[in-house]
């Protein structure tokens, strides 16, 4: 086996493969740029070596340095991970060039599935079942318009060099093509350097069933079964499953099969992910089409690892080693089931715009690592750490393991309820809503469940004020016991005195403004009320700095954390926040300047949709940015007129950078 491997990642992904590597007595070197030098992965490897600037261009994408880097420690090979290097065939090419094994499959399987409308074309060679579409050579406009009116409404344009969710336009009737084509192909050009563009039949409910498959250098190919993830925003995935609901044995087997034969027809070595979009017929029959392949290890490999007991990492060493796969396909079995949560770093409420900060609070629920634990989390960060804007912005990834489905369901939830984060917005809460719904307990799974739940999804609040007010209520009163002396006389609320006193706390809870007031009775009790409702408040703590909370008919054990006056509340059925007010200070000017807009974290800025003088309406799109790696569209905050733009296309922006200024009609 190898003695050292390179792991040219950072993040989860890296210390996933560090550890793996560690276990089979690997030694591990890392790579990482100026906003990673203190990052997981570089304490989880034996050595590391400084790449450069914290972009990806400056660090993590500079293969010559990568290549030096791996010289100059003597590893024998390099572990790409995903994203980054993963899929890019030079790089491997440079690899074996320099005489260092690429923990990947051949260059040429990369080069061959680069491209999705090549791939297509040799798919269809090797007899796997493609969309209906057109993924021919010529591009021009008139001929891929006829195409789409030949293949029928809704078409889906999606562009050959595409990936990662970009590059893809839903039309609908033949009148909108042209505008939809030229608007996929330039942000293919931008995205990808390449503005070649394929057209797929648009699948009616479709699910994304992907196969797992493993080749090695001795001509053997077997799949490990599939994976559901249909459960998507933005064309990108957020809960996978494993196996899929639903999948009959026979459909399983036609599907292992034709993704092994679509690696063998690229002559596959490792580990890699034929991608099917399959529309769901009534009466429950599925028809399955090739999508892409993923040359690489994908983001979603534990919940493999789960249901199958194995360690994909160790394959792919052993794999790249040259060894035999270590299981052949008759081999290879079921366990019940797993689930994965993509925790990120974002505001589900404002479109999953991604979200930049320190982890202040991050506490996880009891896990263990890898294959076939009951929960399972792969993080590449800690308690007090960044989350940058260079990089994407998963922050964790919780798997989870159960003997059936609604048993993996009610893990997940019960272990999201553990995860606190505090100091950056993140999906959590969603997470627990797409549970929670009908739609996903019942696995009636398709790609537009998020939108069909939207009602149920979106701006939830499963907490309420009166349990918040409750909380942030409690944790003052036993922050103020624990400093005071508890004699009663030097309380500093001094109440007691009267008999009967109150007090009143205001707060700020979803934007509005709330007040309650806390009766001290005679005997020492405490009466609550908080808009309608009024009742008896107990609080304690206990041992473990947990809050007890007895409020309206209900107890609770919660978590508070304090980050300046805002309490983050977290209760077994759901978290939320709360500003406490203090009515002495000073509230200040809270209105948002009028007339400046300004770009809502660092990134770059990709297209303005107006030039100055246009008049706009509010809710009118006024630009588009791009950071951690997806698009967001800055939309008008008031009527107005734009009086000019201050930056162009291309330029890098810091957050809060005024992107353009509006004159609005003065108020
Ligand atoms: P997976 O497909 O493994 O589940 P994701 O789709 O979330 O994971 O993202 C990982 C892969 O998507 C990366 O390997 C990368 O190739 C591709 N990708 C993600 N974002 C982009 C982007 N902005 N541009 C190009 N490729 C991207
Ligand atoms: P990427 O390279 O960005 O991962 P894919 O081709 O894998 O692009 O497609 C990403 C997602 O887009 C799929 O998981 C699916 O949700 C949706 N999608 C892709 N092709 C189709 C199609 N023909 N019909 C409906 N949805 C599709
Ligand atoms: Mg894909």
């Known amino acids: 086996m190898f003695k050292k491997i390179l792991i040219a990642n950072r993040g989860e992904i890296a210390c996933r493969v560090a550890a793996t590597a560690r276990r089979m007595a690997i030694r591990t070197v890392a790579v990482y740029s100026d906003a990673d030098a203190h990052a997981n992965h570089v304490r989880a490897c034996d050595e590391s070596v400084y790449l450069g600037g914290s972009a990806p261009k400056d660090s993590y994408l500079r293969w010559e340095k990568i290549l030096e880097a791996a010289k100059a420690t003597g590893a024998e090979a390099i572990h790409p991970g ?289 294959q076939r634990s009951r929960v399972r989390i792969d993080d590449g960060v800690r308690e007090g750490g960044e989350i940058s804007p260079f990089y994407d912005s998963m922050i964790a990834k919780l798997i989870v393991h159960g003997s059936t489905r609604a048993e993996a369901l009610a893990r997940l939830d019960a272990a999201l309820a553990q995860v606190h984060i505090v100091g950056v917005s993140t999906n959590v809460q969603f997470l627990r809503g797409i549970l929670a719904t009908d739609s996903f307990a019942n696995a009636n799974l398709d790609t537009a469940l998020i939108e069909r739940e939207r009602a149920v999804l979106f701006d939830r609040e499963p907490l309420g004020l009166p349990l918040a007010a409750a909380a942030s209520i409690a944790r003052a009163l036993l922050d103020e016991r624990a400093t005071n002396t508890g004699d009663p006389f030097s309380r500093r609320d001094g109440w007691r005195s009267l008999g009967v006193a109150q007090r009143i706390f205001s707060f700020e809870f979803r934007g509005a403004p709330q007040s309650a007031t806390l009766r001290y009775l005679h005997d020492g009790a405490l009466m609550l009320a908080v808009g309608d409702v009024s009742g008896l408040l107990e609080i304690g703590r206990l041992p473990d700095g947990q809050f007890e909370v007895s409020f309206n008919g209900a107890r609770h054990t919660l978590d508070v954390y304090a980050n300046e006056a805002v ?76 009086e000019e733009l201050l930056y162009a296309p291309g330029d890098q922006v810091t957050e809060g950078a005024e992107l353009l200024r509006i004159a609005t009609p003065a108020a």
Request: proline fraction near 5%; charge should be negative.
């Open 82 to 370: 995903y994203g980054f290097l993963s899929e890019n065939e030079e790089f491997a090419q440079a690899c074996a060039d320099a005489g260092l094994v690429f923990i990947g499959p051949p260059p040429s399987a990369i080069k061959d599935m680069g491209l999705k409308a090549e791939s297509k074309q040799l798919m269809e060679k090797a007899g796997v079942p493609l969309v209906p579409g057109y993924h021919g050579a010529d591009q021009n406009p008139a001929l891929l318009q006829r195409e789409a009116d030949r293949i029928g409404y809704p078409v889906l344009i999606k562009a050959s060099a595409g990936g990662g969710g970009k590059g893809m336009r839903a039309v609908d009737k033949s009148a909108d093509f042209a505008a939809a084509l030229a608007s996929c192909q330039r942000e293919a050009i931008n995205s990808f350097g390449d503005d070649a563009v394929l057209i797929e039949k648009y699948v009616q409910r479709p699910r994304h069933i992907e196969i797992q498959v493993f080749g090695d250098t001795h001509g053997n190919c077997v799949y490990l079964f599939e994976r559901d993830c249909s459960v998507q925003r933005r064309h990108q995935k957020v809960l996978e499953e494993a196996p899929a609901p639903g999948m009959t044995e026979a459909m399983r087997q036609e599907m292992g099969a034709a993704a092994v034969a679509a690696a063998k027809a690229v002559k596959y070595v490792g580990a890699g992910t034929v991608e099917f979009i399959v529309e769901q017929r009534d009466g429950g029959a599925m028809n399955f089409f090739f999508m892409e392949m993923n040359t690489r290890l994908q983001v979603e490999h534990p919940v493999t690892e789960a249901i199958t007991g194995l360690d994909l990492v160790e394959w792919q060493l052993r794999v790249a080693f040259g060894e035999p796969l270590p299981l052949q396909q008759g081999e290879l079995r079921i366990h019940g089931h797993a689930i994965e949560a993509r925790i990120c770093a974002e505001n589900p409420d404002n479109n999953f715009l991604p979200a930049t900060g320190s982890l202040h609070v991050y506490r996880k629920p009891q896990h263990t690592a890898f």
């Open 567 to 642: 309490a983050h509340v977290f209760a077994a059925h759901g978290a939320t926040k709360i500003l406490a007010i203090d009515r002495l200070a000073h509230a200040g000017d809270t209105h948002a300047e009028g007339g400046r807009l300004t770009a809502p974290m660092p990134g770059k800025v990709v297209s303005f949709a107006v030039k100055s003088g246009d008049k706009v309406a509010k809710g009118q799109p006024l630009a588009v940015m791009e950071a951690m790696k997806m698009e967001h569209t800055i939309a008008a905050p008031a009527d107005g007129t734009v």
